[in-house]
């Protein structure tokens, strides 16, 4: 199997090539099932070839594909290992889903071949960074993933907002791209090498804490980027303007988690810096808190999933910081369950509405849609952490390593359990808002259940979303097990043991989600009146919140506008007079001396050009002659 | 004392050998100087009548070029000697000779000429007065290039350095636009000048050769040998280092660029960013590096620092740009910074990464020229503001673009990153604090590239003008097509010519390392020495 695996890379990179070039020539929903089939394939090429690492024992390995950079040791080369093996089948299989649900979604669209070429480009490009052996292969495959992200965002390119939304994801990655390339500099001058292997097997001998909390920081300010945690989550919400099959498969279950696989995947060098691993949690605990807030007030229903998002890549930076890389990874499995499962649940919705995306104008969509509404309110339920769905396990276990480390991690736990309780609110007020209650929508709107080729993905995806995290459970760490040749030059953390403390800790965290649930339950199942009231009860921090604490504008403020400034400055005050205008005046000096000594003066400038060239070269060879 | 100096020189001499004449293949690179010199003849004796064939015959010669590039290319050893060598005395008394040969520093170069000049003449379909003399320019320009690269005898550089400047001046100064002669001009006299002072320097080292060896010599390999003092090597230094600076052009020596890309045709910038820029960069990498070893250790600082610079200030000054070829211009002075920055950093990625980047530039930037002369050629403006929506009229055109674009920016996977990411590996190791400053250009890059597109591109056209364009034809297409290919082979595969400039860079590194006190620094060791310093806790 081992010799195939370059083909989990190479069928959606063929696809995204042959729709590149023959994808106009095929009749619509063929584009779709193109690409469909090739992550299908890379989907069960992985899952072949994992079987291994499930029976146990296997450790992975390390497959050359070609020499790339070799002066850095940076070749193209895939390490299987568990946690690889991982992300590629999290990626492919909801990849898969995804690519299926955007046959119907993308229907009618004109350039539906070029959106499936793109879908195709992105998988690849997530493969590879998953799959590489060393740093460089995954830079590569980071950036591919920020060009695809580029490319879907800005998919509906004749729309102003879509564009700049597609740059400012671009720009704002490559902020994050800056530190991390930096953190990649610091790591080749201090191994010689990129690799993978290089780098962890002798990270004990040549890292010291102050490398290790260097490279630690730098690697977070990329993820920090990728998976948009503070400061730079700004782009998420915007991306939102891409089709919304792109925002549940970049933007919700695999492209920014990218960040999380990073910091898991460097584990070693975050194990010798307890600063980096505070600094990584912290981080972490403050964008789940605080993007929670803002998605409680968001009006537009992809705009609260994308804030719920940028909160729940907090949980999961939380728990790597926490060292509960276990935790983190699987935590990020079932987020990209019940999270893309409620993208595509919210396509779906807009799907029927006529594009229409603000939950004022939905109410009582259950009725009309009851698939859509059945496997969205799974995974609110999911995500709202209720045992025993997805998100309860994997959300438990990340509070419960964090309350087991003790001292700042215990401050951060209950910012994590503040959290879930908002989370289960917000996520509740959304179903309610679109699914319960007195239809308020426009004139003219017929929304109408999806067609099936939506709908399997979503019940697929709810499904998985009820018993995704049975796999790693006090019960049976299946996930565990799994992951642990992966991560066995680490300490892993975890929750207390003993089942009085997972009782206690479980009891506190459902009491949260049930509590923040139950309350949003009973103000949105009331009329718009009474919520409008509940909601206007909070002011001025409602509006804060609604407003996501003004951040783009004040970036725009301190940043932006005085960069554009800085840049006018250069450019046409100093650029063309002082630089430029020394350059001509020099150039006039010239010609004066030319002026004042008349009988020489032909009429040609390029005569004083000589002149001046002759006299230059004297007095040149006159100084070095003279010095030597 | 005396000892370490002989000790030295005889070292000097070891290594030297490399860059010294060995008799191989038969006399193909004079070959390959001369086919654009009867190519520009033959062009020249077709009658001003048959003005129709002018150009479709010079596209057709200057494939001859590239056909033997591409073969001296496929025979190229990855060793360390120089290949395809000649030799011979020109003129005695003043121990000109005639000594060509080529390395990995300056294969790529020549492949790179002899690629973008059919690019460039098929480019210029829109050139319509003087076409022949256009041709004939443009293909002695080519063998002033080949020439230029290919050169080991410092008299003969000199000569071709120089003679670029006349085609050059003619292209822009009588096929430009508005502002041409002024552009024509500024270029002439900002780089003569630069010039002159390499003369100079030139002429000092010969005559340090008579004084020391009884006899005057420019030879390459003859001048490694002599005996500089280090007052005397500083300024030489400084007289080659001026003059390869306003050739990059390195900040703040940079202000003819912009004029000159403004106002050129589309083949003059097309040859201006890909070849004539890369003068500076290989001339400081070829000359200043091995014929003033110390001098060049002692200024790592000054030029990596105004390298640094000019990556920032280059790209930020790009981002206000209003005009398309402008905002490319600068974005080249940006470039071209990495370039600098990598061979002063005197380590094996810096030059790798300094020498591929040469290369790749070319190829990108080269054709973000075609490109912009193509929507030049269709509405006759540059203005970014004139444009919009264009993505929708235009998709082929816009996915060129944008692909080109991606490689100016560096992303992995495409040509430029591979370049600008060895330099940055490389000189993080001996210049940390500038490689992380040079690193933040990254950011730039893409916000001024990616502003510009979504300017230009996106939206809806809402100018009649630009509701009406036509998308490119075959012919573009065909012109663009292999620079993308090419793109992204050395994107993927860089090792195809990284492999080739690897001894080469190697033996300058030896060679500095065995003439000064300098040491390249091994990897881990210098972490060491790095973090020891910067930390106080």
Redesign the interface.
């Known amino acids: 199997m081992i010799d195939l695996l370059w083909l989990i890379i190479a069928l959606p990179l063929a696809s995204a090539i042959g729709l590149h070039f023959f994808g106009r020539f095929l009749k619509e929903p063929l584009a779709g099932w193109v690409a469909s089939a090739a992550i299908v394939g890379s989907f069960s090429i992985a899952l072949a070839a994992a079987i291994p690492f499930i029976q146990g024992g296997e450790h992975g390995e390390t497959v050359l594909l070609w020499e790339w950079m070799p002066a850095i040791g940076a070749n193209l080369e895939i390490l299987w290992d568990p946690l690889s093996a991982l992300m590629v089948l999290i990626v492919t299989g909801v990849g898969t889903l995804i690519h299926i649900f955007a046959i119907g979604y993308m229907h009618g669209d004109e350039r539906f071949h070029r959106f499936f070429t793109n879908l195709s480009l992105f998988a690849a490009s997530m493969l590879i960074l998953v799959l590489g052996g060393n740093y460089a292969m995954l830079f590569l495959g980071w950036e591919l993933v920020g060009l695809c992200s580029y490319l879907l965002i800005g998919f509906w390119f004749t729309r102003p907002s879509a564009a700049a939304a597609a740059k400012k994801a671009f720009v704002v990655n490559r902020i994050g791209d800056f530190g991390f390339m930096v953190g990649l500099m610091l790591v080749f001058v201090t191994f010689g090498t990129l690799s993978y292997t290089g780098v962890f097997d002798r990270a004990g001998d040549e890292l010291t804490t102050g490398l290790a909390t260097a490279i630690g920081l730098l690697f977070l300010v990329g993820a920090a980027g990728k998976s948009a945690q503070i400061p730079l989550y700004v782009w998420l919400p915007d991306a939102m303007e891409g089709p919304t099959p792109v925002s549940a498969l970049i933007h919700a279950a695999t492209m920014v988690t990218a960040g999380v696989y990073l910091i898991a995947r460097s584990a070693v060098i975050f194990e010798m810096s307890t600063a980096a691993q505070v600094t990584v949690a912290t981080i972490g605990a403050a964008t789940a808190l605080v993007a929670a807030t803002i998605a409680l007030a968001q009006r537009d229903i992809k705009k609260v999933l994308a804030y719920s998002t940028v909160s729940q890549l907090g949980y999961m930076f939380l728990a790597v910081g926490t060292t509960a890389y276990v935790a983190g990874i699987f935590h990020l499995m079932t987020h990209a369950f019940f999270k893309a499962l409620l993208f595509l649940g919210a396509g779906s919705v807009i799907h029927a509405m006529s594009d229409e995306q603000d939950m004022h104008k939905m109410g009582g969509l259950r009725k009309k849609m009851p698939v859509t509404a059945l496997t969205m309110g799974i995974a609110t339920l999911a995500i709202a952490g209720i045992p025993p769905l997805a998100g309860f396990w994997s959300k438990d276990e990340i509070l419960g390593s964090a309350f087991g480390r003790g001292g700042w991690f215990s401050v951060l736990w209950i910012v994590g359990l503040i959290t879930a309780l908002l989370t289960a609110f917000y996520m509740t007020r959304q179903w309610v808002m679109v699914f319960l209650g007195e239809p308020r929508w426009d004139e003219g709107q017929k929304p109408h259940e999806s067609p099936r080729v939506m709908t399997i993905p979503l019940v697929i995806l709810a499904v998985l979303s009820i018993v995704g995290g049975l796999i790693n459970t006090p019960f049976a760490f299946g996930l565990e097990h799994f992951l642990e040749p992966s991560f066995e030059l680490v300490d892993i953390a975890h929750p207390p043991d003993g089942w009085g403390a997972f009782i206690l800790l479980a009891g506190l965290s459902v009491m949260a989600g049930l509590a923040g649930a139950a309350a949003a339950y009973l103000t949105y199942r009331q009329s718009p009146e009474s919520w409008q009231g509940f909601e206007d009860g909070f002011e001025p921090l409602w509006g804060t919140w609604e407003s996501a604490y003004n951040v783009d504008d004040v970036y725009g403020r301190v940043i932006v506008a005085p960069g554009k400034k800085a840049a006018e400055v250069a450019a046409f005050d100093v650029d063309l007079p002082v630089i430029d205008g020394a350059v001509n005046g020099v150039a006039k000096l010239v010609r004066n001396i030319g002026e004042w000594t008349r009988p020489l003066q032909t009429g040609f400038v390029r005569n004083y050009g000589a002149l001046f060239l002759a006299g230059t070269v004297t007095i040149v060879i006159w100084i070095v002659v003279g010095a030597g | 004392m005396r000892d370490e100096i002989s000790l030295a020189v005889r070292i000097r001499s070891d290594i030297s050998h490399i860059w010294r004449y060995e008799p191989r293949v038969a006399e193909v690179l004079t070959a390959l100087i001369l086919i654009p010199v009867v190519a520009a003849i033959v062009v020249a004796l077709v009658p001003r009548s048959r003005k129709e064939l002018h150009l479709p015959l010079g596209i057709a010669l200057s494939v001859i070029p590239l056909a033997l590039a591409g073969y001296l290319f496929w025979v190229f050893e990855p060793q360390v000697d120089m290949q395809f060598t000649e030799f011979a005395m020109l003129y005695e008394p003043w121990g000109i000779t005639w000594n060509v040969g080529m390395d990995g520093i300056s294969m790529p170069m020549v492949i790179l000429t002899t690629i973008l000049v059919p690019i460039a003449l098929a480019a210029s379909t829109s050139i319509t007065k003087r076409t022949k003399e256009f041709v004939v320019y443009t293909l002695l320009l080519e063998a002033g290039m080949i020439g230029v690269f290919v050169s080991l005898d410092l008299f003969v550089f000199f000569v071709f350095f120089e003679a670029i400047l006349i085609p050059m001046y003619f292209i822009i100064g009588v096929w430009g636009s508005e502002r041409r002669v002024y552009a024509a001009?500024?270029f002439?006299?900002?780089t003569?000048?630069g010039s002159?002072?390499m003369?100079?320097?030139i002429?000092?080292l010969a005559?340090?050769h008579l004084d020391q060896f009884g006899a005057p010599a420019f030879n390459l390999a003859d001048l490694l040998a002599l005996d500089?003092?280090a007052?005397?090597e500083r300024?030489?230094f400084a007289?080659f280092a001026l003059a390869f600076a306003i050739k990059v052009p390195l900040f703040?020596l940079?202000?003819?660029l912009p004029d000159a890309h403004v106002e050129a045709p589309t083949a003059g910038s097309i040859l201006l960013a890909g070849v004539l820029l890369k003068l500076g960069t290989y001339g400081l990498l070829r000359f200043n590096l091995l014929l003033f070893p110390q001098a060049s250790v002692d200024a790592v600082w000054i030029m990596g620092i105004l390298a640094v610079v000019g990556i920032i200030?280059g790209a930020?000054?790009a981002?206000?740009?209003p005009d398309l070829k402008k905002l490319v211009a600068y974005s080249s002075v940006s470039h071209l910074g990495f370039i600098v920055l990598g061979t002063f950093a005197l380590t094996?990625?810096g030059l790798?990464g300094a020498v591929i980047q040469n290369f790749n530039h070319g190829l990108t930037t080269g054709a973000l020229f075609l490109l912009v002369g193509m929507i030049y050629e269709r509405r006759h403006t540059k203005k970014i503001e004139d444009f919009g929506?264009l993505?929708?009229v235009m998709p082929i055109y816009a996915g060129f673009f944008l692909f080109m674009i991606?490689a100016s920016i560096g992303?992995?996977?495409l040509n430029g990153?591979?370049g600008e990411?060895?330099v940055?590996?490389g000189s993080?190791?001996t210049l940390?604090v500038l490689?992380?400053i040079a690193?933040?250009g990254?950011?730039l890059a893409?916000?001024y590239l990616?502003?510009a597109?979504?300017r230009v591109?996106?939206?809806?056209p809402d100018k009649e003008e630009n509701k009406v364009l036509s998308d490119l034809s075959v012919r573009e297409i065909s012109l663009l097509a292999p620079l993308a290919a090419l793109v992204l082979l050395l994107g993927?595969?860089?090792?195809i010519l990284?492999d080739k400039i690897?001894p080469s860079t190697e033996a300058v590194l030896d060679y500095v390392e065995a003439t000064t006190d300098y040491q390249v620094?091994?990897?881990?060791r210098?972490?060491d020495v790095?973090?020891a310093s910067?930390?106080d806790?």
């Open positions: 001009m500024k002439f006299i900002y003569a000048f002159a002072l003369l100079a320097g002429i000092a005559a340090m500089i003092s007052g005397a300024w030489l007289a703040p940079h202000t003819w200030y930020v000054v981002i206000v740009q094996s990625g790798q929506g993505q929708k991606f992303l992995p996977g990153f591979v990411f060895l940055l590996i993080f190791s940390p490689a992380i690193a933040s990254v950011i893409a916000i990616l502003w597109y979504e591109f996106t939206g809806v993927l595969y860089p090792n990284l690897a620094p091994e990897p881990g210098l972490a790095f973090v910067g930390e806790e």
